[in-house]
C-alpha cells in the first residue's frame, strides 16, 4: 500500500444478511424477498462491495430454521459455504467469511472444507468461529438441548486448536510432483495426532496449506471465555458496541488478553457490526430509518425483544420504562447483545417502545446516521479513539443499503488517506488486505 | 428431447480424477501435475465435459490423505462440495454429482450443504452416498478404526432415508414472502423428528427445497446390503463392471431388487465406469495404454493390488499365476472391486503382472480400446444388452482423454440418436437430464 499505512487504514467488511439487517427490511415495498433463494443476488452484493474495495464479505449461520422466526421473516435460506464458493468463482479479490459452529461441526470436515474455499477463492477465505445460541440447533444434530457455555467454549478452544494443526498438516512444498519419484515428500507431512476433551483427529489433512497458510480466524464472542478464546486465538473480531465507550473496553480489555498470552496486540483486528443510515441529508437519513421503523409489527420486536434478553416480553407495557433485567453475569445467552440491551437501558432509561425502535434496525450495533461526510467523521472517530479497527458493515437495507455506502462513504474515507485506493492495494489474501502477519 | 427418446438415450458423465485414471498418468511428460491444486483445472475439465454434452460432472472423495498413497500420485487435494460450488458458477447445464461419506457426516450438515449446491447450482446437484473403505479415515473422526460392513451400511441406509425427509420438510412453496404478513407459512414446514439408530435429527432443514425438489442420490456399493440400499433408495449407481456378463448380472440383479421393493426399476440410471482409450487407429490406442503403463513403477502396481485385494502382495512372483484368491463373501473391503479381480483370475488366469497392467489403467473397470466407432460401437451394444444405462467416463489421462471422448465419440452416439443433440435437450435439472422421474 502506497499511499496509506496499515496503522491508518480502517477494515470494511460487508455482513451480508437477507433483504438487510433491518428487522422489518423485506416488507419495503421495493425489497429483494423474492431473490433471496437466488445466488445471483449474493454474488450481486459480493460484487457491490468489491466494487467498493471493501476487505470480505461475511455470512453469518444457523443451524436451525427456528419455525418462529421464519414466519416473521427471512433468516437462513441458502448453505454459506456453498454460496461462498460459488461466489468465490465470480469475484476476484474480495475475502470470503463464513460462520462455523464449533459446537456442532466435526473439526477435519471444517478444516477440510475452508481449506478448499481458501484454494478455490486463491486465499480469501475467512472463518468466524461461533458456538450456537439455541436447542433447536442441538436437536438437528444428535443432542437435547445446547451444551452449557463453558462446555461450548472449552471446545470451540479445543477446535480452532484442531484447525490449525490441520492446516498446517500438509505444508504445500511438500507437493513434489516427481515424475520419476513420489508425489508428495512424506517426511514433510505433520499428522496432529490429537487426542482432546473433545476430538481425537489424527491428521494429516487431505487438502495441501493454501494461499494465504490457512484462512483467517475470526471469533465472535463477547463473554469472558469468548475474549479469552479471541485474544488467545483469533486474528479477527465481530465485536457488538453499542457506543464508543463500550467498543473502547471491549477492544482494550482484548488487547490486554492478547499481550498477556504472549500475542502482539496488533495481530487481532476488532471490527464491530456497524449500521449506517446514509442520505445527502441528515433529516431525509432520519426520515428513512423511521419508514423502515413503522413496516415492523410490534409483537415481532417483542419476540426479538424476548430472545435477546431471555423473557417473556409479550406482557410488557410498550410505553413504559423497560423492567429490571437481571445482571449479565447470570445470562447463559448470547453475551454481547445482552450486555447492549444493558447498557442502552442503563444510559437513556427508554421506554419499552423506544428501546424496540434500537434494536429493531441493528439489534443493538453500532449505528451512524447522516450524511456520507457525517458517516465517515464517526467510522474516523471511533477508530482513532481506539474503539474498533475497523467494521464489519450491516446496512439496514441491501442492496441498497451497501450501493450507497459503496458509492459515498468510501471515496471520501479514499480520499482522507483511510482506505487504500484499489488500483494501489497490492494484496491478494485476505490476510494480506487486512493488514494481519503470516500465520506462525 | 425431440431426436431421441429417454430409453435410447445413453447417460454419460464424467469422473474427473487427478491426471486421469491410470495410476501413472501424472508421470507422463505433458501431465497437468502441477495444476492439480488449481481450481481452474476442475472448472476447464467441467466446461470440456458440459461442452460435449455430458449430463454430469462427478467428484470421488475419501476422507484421509493416504500417507504411503500420496507417495505414489497425488490422490485428493481440494475438496469436493467447495470444488463443485465454485465450478456451478462457471458452468450452466451440467450436472454436479459430490461423494459424501455416510460413516463419517451428520446428516443435517450433510443434507444442507446438498441443498445448498443444489440451489447454487439451479438444480444441478447429486450426492454419491459411499461408507468409505480404511481405518485412516475412521481416524480423522474420532474413531479408531472402520465400523463394520454391516453397520456402515445400516447407517447409511438411516442416512439416506434422513436426508429425504429433511429435503422434504421445506417445501420451497411454503414460502409466502407476504409483506404485510408471514415470510412462511409454519404449517407448511414438515419437522421429521427423527429417532433412530445412528442419528437424531428434528428438522426442518433450513434450506427449502431446490429446483429439482432434491439433489439426485446415486449408491456405489456392489455388497449385498449396497445392492439392497441402492434399489431401495438410489436414483443412480455408479457400479463396477469388467465385462458385460458380471455387468448384466449387476444391472438385473439391482433391477429385480427395485421391483420387490416396489420401484419402477427404470427409476434407476446403472452407470458402471468406463475406460476409454481411443485414437484413430486400434493399434495407436493399445500403444497410449502400453506408453501409460510402462511409466508405472511395479511396485507401486503391487501395493495398489494389495489395497484391492486386502493382502500383503509384496512377494509375488510378477511372472507367475496369481496365488488363490479367498472368496467374495469373506472380504471385509470394497465388494466390487475385489469381484472383478476374482472375475479377470477366473476367466483369464493372468499372470500377476499382466494383471497389474490391467489393475493399472482403471483398477478393473471396463475398458474399451479403440477407433472412436469400435468404442462408440462397444458402448451401444452394452447398453443395448442391458448392461447398462450409460457410463461414468473415466479417462485413463486429463484432460486429453475427455477432449477426445467428446470431440470423436460423442458426436458419434449423437448421430446414432443416442445421445439428444445439445440444442435440444430441453432439461434444465440433473434428475431431467437423466430421464429420471420426479422426487415422490
Given at each position: 500500500m502506497t499511499t496509506t499505512d496499515a496503522r491508518r487504514t480502517i477494515r470494511l467488511g460487508l455482513f451480508a444478511f437477507g433483504c438487510g439487517h433491518?428487522?422489518?427490511?423485506?416488507?419495503?415495498?421495493?425489497?429483494?424477498?423474492?431473490r433471496l433463494g437466488d445466488i445471483g443476488y449474493w454474488t450481486e452484493l459480493a460484487r457491490t462491495a468489491e466494487r467498493g474495495g471493501l476487505d470480505a464479505f461475511f455470512?453469518?449461520?444457523g443451524q436451525a430454521l427456528g419455525v418462529g422466526a421464519v414466519s416473521r421473516g427471512p433468516l437462513w435460506l441458502l448453505e454459506p459455504i456453498t454460496t461462498l464458493a460459488a461466489i468465490a468463482a465470480a469475484t476476484e479479490r474480495i475475502g470470503l467469511i463464513t460462520t462455523v459452529?464449533?459446537?456442532?461441526?466435526?473439526?477435519f470436515h471444517a478444516a477440510r472444507q475452508l481449506a478448499g474455499l481458501d484454494?478455490?477463492?486463491?486465499?480469501?477465505?475467512?472463518?468466524?468461529?461461533?458456538?450456537?445460541?439455541?436447542?433447536d440447533e442441538a436437536r438437528n444434530h444428535g443432542m437435547e438441548r445446547l451444551p452449557p457455555h463453558a462446555e461450548r467454549y472449552a471446545r470451540a478452544a479445543e477446535f480452532v486448536e484442531v484447525l490449525r494443526g490441520l492446516w498446517r498438516s500438509w505444508p504445500r512444498d511438500a507437493i513434489r510432483a516427481d515424475r520419476h519419484g513420489s508425489y508428495v515428500d512424506a517426511h514433510a507431512l505433520r499428522p496432529i495426532d490429537h487426542h482432546g476433551e473433545a476430538f481425537d483427529v489424527a491428521g494429516p489433512l487431505n487438502v495441501p496449506s493454501s494461499p494465504q497458510g490457512h484462512p483467517v480466524v475470526f471469533q465472535a464472542?463477547?463473554?469472558?471465555?469468548?475474549?479469552?478464546?479471541?485474544?488467545?486465538?483469533?486474528?479477527?473480531?465481530?465485536?457488538?458496541?453499542?457506543?464508543?465507550?463500550q467498543a473502547r473496553e471491549f477492544r482494550d480489555d482484548v488487547r490486554r488478553r492478547a499481550s498477556a498470552f504472549g500475542r502482539d496486540p496488533d495481530g487481532i483486528a476488532v471490527m464491530p457490526g456497524l449500521v449506517t443510515h446514509v442520505a445527502s441529508t441528515e433529516r431525509e437519513a432520519r426520515e428513512r430509518r423511521r419508514a423502515l421503523d413503522e413496516l415492523l409489527p410490534v409483537e415481532d420486536s417483542l419476540r426479538q425483544l424476548a430472545f435477546f434478553v431471555g423473557r417473556d416480553t409479550s406482557e410488557w407495557d410498550l410505553d413504559a420504562p423497560v423492567p429490571e433485567l437481571a445482571p449479565l453475569s447470570s445470562f447463559e445467552g448470547p453475551k454481547g447483545r445482552y450486555a447492549t440491551v444493558l447498557r442502552i437501558v442503563a444510559t437513556r432509561n427508554p421506554t419499552v417502545r423506544e428501546l424496540l425502535g434500537v434494536l429493531a434496525a441493528g439489534g443493538g450495533h453500532a449505528t451512524f446516521i447522516g450524511t456520507p461526510e457525517q458517516v465517515a467523521d464517526e467510522i474516523?472517530?471511533?477508530?482513532?479513539?481506539?474503539?474498533?479497527?475497523?467494521f464489519n458493515l450491516m446496512p439496514p437495507t441491501l442492496p441498497g443499503g451497501i450501493e450507497e455506502f459503496v458509492e459515498h462513504v468510501v471515496p471520501i474515507l479514499r480520499r482522507r488517506g483511510r482506505r487504500p485506493l484499489a488500483e494501489d492495494a497490492g494484496a491478494t489474501t485476505l490476510r494480506e488486505r487486512l493488514g494481519l502477519p503470516a500465520p506462525r
Open positions: 433491518h428487522s422489518a427490511a423485506w416488507r419495503a415495498p421495493d425489497s429483494s424477498v423474492e455470512l453469518a449461520d459452529s464449533s459446537t456442532f461441526w466435526d473439526p484454494h478455490v477463492s486463491h486465499g480469501r477465505a475467512g472463518i468466524n468461529v461461533v458456538t450456537s445460541m439455541t436447542d464472542g463477547a463473554s469472558e471465555q469468548g475474549r479469552d478464546l479471541a485474544a488467545r486465538s483469533a486474528e479477527g473480531i465481530y465485536a457488538v458496541a453499542w457506543d464508543l465507550e474516523e472517530r471511533w477508530v482513532d479513539a481506539g474503539g474498533a479497527d475497523g
